[in-house]
Structure formats: structure tokens, C-alpha cells
């Protein structure tokens, strides 16, 4: 079965320092994994994905994310935080093949950024 | 392209009362699924559906039934609803794995069910 952990359930960083949200996984094979960001009262928008390739995926706003096979993780990360930037974050995995497909989600992690 | 829709936005139930949420999406998209979102708890998946006339269970499927006759509709239904239904749920489309795509989900605007 595979799961998706996001170890913090918030994170606070001031506006204009680097930001990370840190993700984990646990799926059989190669991961197929994905970032949404959702803001108040709104629904889940797609961030980035990493599927094959260069390990730096690079995706909407200004995130990018770094896959490590090694330690199971896809953290989300951004060099330069804005205030705009405060919104609940999910990362997702599914596997590459069998089943139905369907991605699993982590719990969220809520980002501040302060003035 | 109005992307993912959900009808209603917002609603009041009493206990026992029933309820369908609908869900339609204008890209032709042949996967479609409920969540439901409760705080600590993250996006809990009710039901999904691979294609026109198929559904299957999710993680907490318990207590709703789904239908989807048409490609682009999915309603989610709850017969007789209870408190630990109230939740704001979320419906959310994508298109088969293969040909370059690898289900990245498009969700809708979600509804907020409140049972009394």
C-alpha cells in the first residue's frame, strides 16, 4: 500500500527567506509524485509533478521540488517566500503502474509567511 | 472552460435528511472522485469513478452511494445523513494514466455540508 507523510503540520517562515515543506512516501517501484496547494475557502490547485528525470522539478509560483529516491522524500521548496504564498499544501503519490491509480494524500501542512 | 463545478455551495441537513452534491467537468476527463476534508484529517477519499458507468470505493465510503451515468456528471449521494457527515467535500477530475498524462487532478470549488 503506499502513504504519504508531511511530518509538519505547520510551517512559519518570514517573507523574502527560503521556504521547505518537507514530504515523505512509501510506494512499491518508482513514485509518481505531486503538489497541490490549496487557499482559504477555495479547492486543491495542481503545483508540480515529478515522474522521470532530472531530480529539480520546477512548477507554478516560483515552487520547486527535489526528489531523493534514497530517503523517500519530495520536499517542496522556494527560494524567496511571499505573504501570498500562506496556504495549505498536500503532497501526493501514486504508483507507476497496476491498480487503479489513484494518489494517495498527505494530511497537509498549513505555511505561513510573515511580513 | 468552466474546469470543475460543484452544486451546492453550501448546505444545511437535519439528521436523517438526504442529500446529492453534484459534480461536472467541461474536459472531457474520464477519472472522477469525492473527498471529503475535515481538519487534521487532510483529503479523505469517499468514491472514484474510471469512466462513464463505473464507481468504486474509497477510504471512507461508508454512508454515501455515487453515480455516474454521464462522462462529464458525478453525484455523490448520502441517504440519510448523520453530524459526522458535516465536512466540506470536494470533487475532483483528471484523465486516464497514459499519453502523458499521470493523473494530476483538477478539483472543483468544494461544498460545505453542515448536518445538524
Known amino acids: 500500500a503506499q502513504s504519504v507523510a508531511q511530518p509538519e503540520d505547520q510551517v512559519n517562515v518570514a517573507e523574502g527567506n527560503p521556504l521547505t515543506v518537507k514530504c515523505t512516501y512509501s510506494?512499491?517501484?518508482?513514485?509518481?509524485l505531486f503538489w497541490y496547494v490549496q487557499y482559504p475557502n477555495r479547492g486543491l490547485q495542481f503545483l508540480l509533478k515529478?515522474?522521470?528525470?532530472?531530480?529539480l522539478v520546477k512548477g507554478s509560483y516560483g515552487f520547486e521540488a527535489e526528489f531523493n529516491k534514497s530517503q523517500t522524500s519530495f520536499h517542496l521548496k522556494k527560494p524567496s517566500a511571499l505573504v501570498s504564498d500562506s496556504a495549505l499544501y498536500f503532497c501526493?503519490?501514486?504508483?507507476?503502474?497496476?491498480?487503479?491509480?489513484?494518489?494517495?494524500f498527505g494530511r497537509g501542512t498549513s505555511l505561513i509567511v510573515h511580513p | 472552460n468552466a474546469g470543475v463545478t460543484q452544486t451546492p455551495k453550501f448546505r444545511v441537513l437535519k439528521t436523517g435528511q438526504s442529500m446529492t452534491l453534484l459534480c461536472a467537468q467541461d474536459m472531457n476527463h474520464e477519472y472522477m472522485y469525492w473527498y471529503r476534508q475535515d481538519p487534521g484529517m487532510g483529503l479523505r477519499l469517499i468514491h472514484y469513478?474510471?469512466?462513464?458507468?463505473?464507481?468504486a470505493k474509497g477510504e471512507v465510503p461508508d454512508g454515501y452511494n455515487v453515480s455516474r451515468l454521464k462522462k462529464q456528471n458525478f453525484l455523490l449521494g448520502l441517504e440519510s445523513a448523520a453530524p459526522s457527515q458535516t465536512s466540506v467535500y470536494f470533487c475532483?477530475?483528471?484523465?486516464?494514466?497514459?499519453?502523458?498524462?499521470?493523473?494530476?487532478?483538477?478539483f472543483g470549488p468544494g461544498t460545505r455540508l453542515t448536518v445538524l
Open positions: 469513478s474510471v469512466g462513464e458507468g463505473t464507481t
Open positions: 515529478y515522474i522521470t528525470g532530472d531530480n
Open positions: 475532483a477530475s483528471s484523465y486516464a494514466p497514459g499519453g502523458g498524462y499521470y493523473n494530476e487532478q483538477f
Open positions: 510506494v512499491s517501484g518508482n513514485p509518481y
Open positions: 501526493a503519490v501514486r504508483p507507476p503502474s497496476g491498480g487503479s491509480y489513484i494518489p494517495t
